[in-house]
């Protein structure tokens, strides 16, 4: 599977701020949540987007992003779009005024809101900073290819 990920940064005017296009890891726990999801396993699909503020470089060993957003500006479940035939799909959110507020460094897709059993988080990247103000909006998009 080929992933890349992207950040676009936009005020309250939708005039866009920054943009990033970053490379991801697939982390271990990853394996196992693709291997559950082809093996009906009854795993939670990875549809959950999580955003931090760690710059810290993706390991394989991994199991969450090393610096999460908590709260209201937790895991959120992304849009899912997909072509009929295509190897390909995307999952995308934006978080608006008041979500992912500060330095944004790092996202990831899992497959649950929260932690605990059956919890997974399929990759994880990290990117140049992007500092979100209260009243700015980020989207954040994945491109899975297989």
Do not use: C
């Not at 895991?75 to 005024?97: A, E, N, V, W």
């Amino acid at each position: 599977m080929v992933r890349r990920g992207r950040v676009e940064l936009y005020d309250e005017k939708l005039t866009i701020k920054a943009f990033r296009e970053f490379g991801n890891l697939k982390l271990n726990a990853g394996n196992d949540l693709i291997a559950a999801q082809l093996g009906g396993a009854g795993t939670p699909r990875p549809t959950f987007i999580a955003v931090g503020t760690s710059a810290v470089a993706p390991a394989a060993a991994q199991t969450a992003l090393q610096g999460e957003f908590t709260g209201v500006a937790r895991r959120t479940i992304g849009s899912f779009t997909h072509t009929t035939g295509q190897g390909s799909h995307q999952l995308f959110k934006t978080g608006g005024p008041g979500t992912w507020t500060g330095t944004v460094q790092e996202s990831g897709m899992a497959n649950k809101q929260g932690a605990g059993t059956l919890a997974s988080f399929l990759n994880r990247g990290t990117f140049g900073a992007v500092t979100k103000a209260a009243s700015d909006s980020l989207k954040v998009a994945w491109y899975v290819s297989y």
